[in-house]
Structures are given as C-alpha cells and as structure tokens.
C-alpha cells in the first residue's frame, strides 16, 4: 500500500504510470486540486493525496480500480465533500476519485418513474431534474447543492424530510457499482420486488466507499407534495418537546419536525443579520412542516397549536402564511450548520428512540455541563426521527489541534450515553475516521467482525478507502 512514508517522486512516477496505462483518464496533481479534493466538510485533517482522478464512465472506474488492485494503491471515492465525518479524506497518499466528470442525467421512465443518473449528480440536480417531469425528490438538506448523490447513497443521507419519506435508501431502485476487485455490479434494476436472495443494493448503501465506488444511481421519484405549511413554536423546555409532536402529528401530515436552541437563533441572526424569529426568547423551537392540501389542514393544525399554547408547552408561535415566509422561517434552521462553522465545531450525530430523545437529551446536557463546563455547545436536529445534532464550539483562543484532543474525550462521555440508551453513535453522517474508535458502542464484536468479512469479500487487496469506518 502506498503510505505517506513513500517519497514524492514515488507518487509521481506512480502517477506516470497510471497516465500511461489510462492516457484518457483526466488526472490533477495541482496543488490546489489536492489539497480540495482531500478533504471534506471537517477540517481536522490535513489532506495529503497524491493526485486526483476525474473519471467519465464506469468502464473508466473499472480499468482505475483494476489498476489500483495492481499496484496496491488506496483509492477514496470522493462526492460532493460535504460530509461530516471524513470519510472522503485523503490524508496518506491515496489516489482520490472524484465523480465530478460522472454528471449525466441518463435517462427518465414516465411508467416506472425511474430516474438513472451518474453519481456525480448533486443532490440539487436531482431535485430539479424531478420538478421538471413534474414529480419530486424528498431527500433534501443543507449540503445539497454540492453533495452529489453518489455521497448519499454511500452515507445513506437523511435530511430534513425523513419523517415523511424515509432515508436515502427507500429511494435507491438500481445502483451499479464497481467493486474493489473492478467487477461491476448492476444491482437491483430499478424493481420494486425481487425476492431473489440477498440485496447487495443495500449493502452498498451506507457503505461509504469501503467496499466499492458507485457510479450509477437510479431513483424512485414521488409525486408533488401539495402545499405546505411551516410553523415555527417556542417551547419553555426541551421536556415539552414531545407533547408538541404528539399532538401535531395527531393533526395532520408532518413532512418535517425538527429542533433547535436559542443559542442557534442566536448564532443565526448573529451570522445573517436576521432579527429573532418570534417577540418571546424562548429556551428551545420547533419547526414544522405540513402538507396543507385544503384549509381544514390548516384549521386542524392551528387547533393543535392552541391546545399546546393552552396546556402551556407553547409560548409563541408562528405559522407561514406565503412560501417566502415558510423559506424564511426555515432559514433558522437551515443556517445554523453553516453560521458556526467559522468556529470549527466538533460535531456529534446521534439517535435514540424517539421515546427517549427528550430524556436523552436533557440528560446528555446535563453531563456535558458537569463535564466541560468551558465549552459552548449548541443542539439542534430532526428530533422527530429521535437524531440529535451536538455542536461544541471551538474556544476561540484554544488551538484547532487542542481542541480536537478535548472534544474526543468529550465524545467518549456522549457516546457511553449512547450506549446505554442503546442508540446510534451516527444517525445519518456515517463513521469516516472520526467515529471508527467508537463504533463498538453501536455495533457488537460480533457485528463489526462480519463487517471485516464482508471487506474482505468485496475488496480483498483494502484498496477501497482504508481506514475508514471498520
Ligand atoms: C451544511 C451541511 C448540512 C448537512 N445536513 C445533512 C443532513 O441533514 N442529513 C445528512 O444525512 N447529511 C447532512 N450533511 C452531510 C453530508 O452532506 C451528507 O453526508 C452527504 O450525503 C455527503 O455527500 P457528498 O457527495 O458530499 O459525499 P462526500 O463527503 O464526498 O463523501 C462521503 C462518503 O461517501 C463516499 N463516497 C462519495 N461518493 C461516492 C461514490 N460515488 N461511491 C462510493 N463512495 C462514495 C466517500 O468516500 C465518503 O466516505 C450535511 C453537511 C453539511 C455541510
């Protein structure tokens, strides 16, 4: 395997030789273009690829991968970048793969309602590819505009809108993949059922390019959502959150529930120069997306909100009364992400039960606050799918390196509340290297041993992203 140990003018004639066995691949040792393409969304790693690779096809992929297994070269499937546990880092002399080139819509079924594209897709393209067949792609989030759909297969994201139309996987009708032994599998061909033995189509999904690159991707698209309404609730406490949900989802169709702080508002406003979002400062919010077919919908919902407002679990509120108010709204929750990230936050992405999130939460706050009273740490998440997004803001005079070293031993407290909840130490942004340490408080010895059988199978010589995940 190369490694960093190898000198510069190894990775070089390693280069040469791939460009002369491969002469049409496009390959960049730019400077830029490695230090880009090596790393994603973190920033703790120094990325230190030794070249970046645009393949066009998938018969390009396999001669790269068939290549790679020759020489023993590590290989990182790279997307969009946008992930958030590095699993895209290229940080060892690894050849990154960058699906860039792979951007083709290839081809639309009306009758199936099937969309097959490349991987290099993003996310956006996609949803604007359904829009203009007139129907809808649910899977959405902050990052979509760069992520590319081949980085969501590979994570299994999840978004915003989980609620109503389930993970990245419930959407995934064909992939084609080529393994680290460079065979391609075309899994699954867009069926609904196949009742044929295992579905390797899901082991790939969340497999985060540790057992082969996924270059084709067909989706199931949905129809239209019908209008919808967003409401925005200040809430007196993060125990009040439950009754919230309860008795809106009793009300009508929930697309999306999500939570957040008022230390987030803050950071918010702060960023974008927005002015708080309801008269009252309250302790924690709830947004909430619903479909708004005919104006009962809304009747049903506002019946809702005012039997919280009267129960006392609601203390302001706000309901959209345009699509430019419901995006405004959203904006709230939609930025945090971005707003803090000049502080390097040390993220966490955690799920339970949704009938433990609340007491998990508080409980989790609370240990936090004993434990590392010096750091500011923001919550927010999509509390109705019990995943909860911890931010831990970054001193500003502590170093980038100092703070990583204190905010593993953090993570090692948040996860031992996980294990005890019995919940995920990653809900929706996959292992990377940042949680691979702690993988053992989700997954039995037994589980993570069939794990590294199930490598061995799909890429026997570990060229496909090593070190990441298991
Ligand atoms: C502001 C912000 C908000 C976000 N919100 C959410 C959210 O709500 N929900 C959520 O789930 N995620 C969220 N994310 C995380 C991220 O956007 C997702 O994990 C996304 O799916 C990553 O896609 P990508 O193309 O950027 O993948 P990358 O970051 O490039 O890669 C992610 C992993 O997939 C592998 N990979 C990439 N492409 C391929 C391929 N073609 N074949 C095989 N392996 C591949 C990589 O090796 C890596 O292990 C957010 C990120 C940001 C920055």
Redesign the pocket.
């Known amino acids: 395997m190369t490694t960093s140990s190898q000198s510069k003018s190894n990775f070089n004639t390693r280069v040469k030789d791939l460009q002369n066995q491969l002469p049409d691949l496009l390959i960049s040792e730019d400077v830029d273009d490695l230090k880009n393409y090596g790393r994603?969304?973190t920033r703790f790693i120094e990325p230190k690829p030794c070249a970046v690779v645009f393949p066009r096809s998938t018969e390009e992929v396999q001669s790269l991968v068939r290549w790679a297994k020759d020489k023993q070269q590590a290989l990182?499937?790279?997307?969009?970048?946008?992930?958030?546990?590095?699993?895209?880092v290229a940080a060892d002399g690894e050849l990154v793969?960058s699906?860039d080139k792979?951007r083709n819509i290839i081809s639309f079924n009306a009758d199936d309602r099937l969309l097959h594209v490349q991987?290099?897709v993003?996310?956006a393209a996609v949803h604007a590819a359904a829009v203009e067949q007139g129907l809808f792609y649910p899977v959405?989030?902050?990052?979509?505009g760069?992520?590319?759909?081949?980085?969501?297969?590979?994570?299994?994201?999840?978004?915003?809108r989980v609620l109503r139309y389930g993970?990245?996987r419930e959407q995934v009708r064909g992939l084609t993949?080529v393994t680290g032994t460079g065979e391609r599998l075309d899994l699954n061909q867009g069926l609904i059922k196949n009742a044929t033995g295992y579905d390797l189509r899901h082991l790939?999904i969340g497999?985060?390019?540790?057992?082969?690159?996924?270059?084709e991707v067909t989706l199931a698209l949905v129809s239209p959502p019908p209008p919808l309404g967003v409401m925005l609730l200040g809430l007196t406490g993060i125990g009040d959150i439950m009754p919230v949900f309860n008795a809106c989802r009793h009300a009508g169709r929930l697309t999306a529930f999500e939570f957040f702080t008022q230390a987030c508002v803050e950071q918010v406003c702060a960023a974008h120069g927005l002015k708080a979002p309801l008269d009252e400062v309250c302790d924690c919010y709830v947004l909430l997306e619903f479909e708004q077919a005919t104006e009962a919908d809304e009747a049903q919902m506002l019946a809702a909100f005012e039997q919280v407002l009267e129960a006392g679990y609601v203390i302001d509120g706000v309901l959209s009364q345009s699509d430019s108010q419901a995006e405004e709204l959203w904006r709230y929750r939609?930025w945090i992400?971005?707003s803090i990230?000049h502080r390097t936050p040390y993220k966490n992405?955690v799920s339970v039960r949704i009938a433990q999130v609340t007491e998990f939460l508080q409980s989790l706050d609370q240990l936090v606050t004993e434990h590392y009273p010096e750091f500011e740490v923001l919550w927010y998440g999509?509390i109705g799918d019990g995943n909860l997004?911890m931010n831990v803001l970054r001193p500003e005079a502590m170093s980038v390196h100092d703070f990583h070293s204190h905010s593993e031993r953090l993570t090692d407290v948040v996860y031992g509340e996980v294990a005890r909840y019995k919940g995920s130490i990653s809900?929706?942004?996959?292992v990377?290297i940042l949680k691979k340490d702690w993988l053992h408080h989700s997954r039995s010895d037994a589980e993570r041993a069939l794990f590294m059988h199930i490598k061995q199978v799909f890429d026997p010589s570990g060229i496909m992203?090593p070190g990441?995940?298991i």
Not at 76 to 88: D, E, F, H, I, K
């Open positions: 994603d969304w990182v499937p790279s997307g969009g970048r946008t992930g958030l546990s590095g699993g895209a793969v699906l792979m991987a290099g993003t996310t959405d989030f902050a990052s979509s760069s992520s590319q759909i081949g980085g969501n297969v590979a994570t299994n994201a999840g978004g915003i993970l990245t993949v790939m497999s985060e390019g540790t057992l082969g690159i996924i270059t939609e992400s971005e990230s992405d999509h997004h809900a929706e942004h996959g990377g992203n990441k995940v």
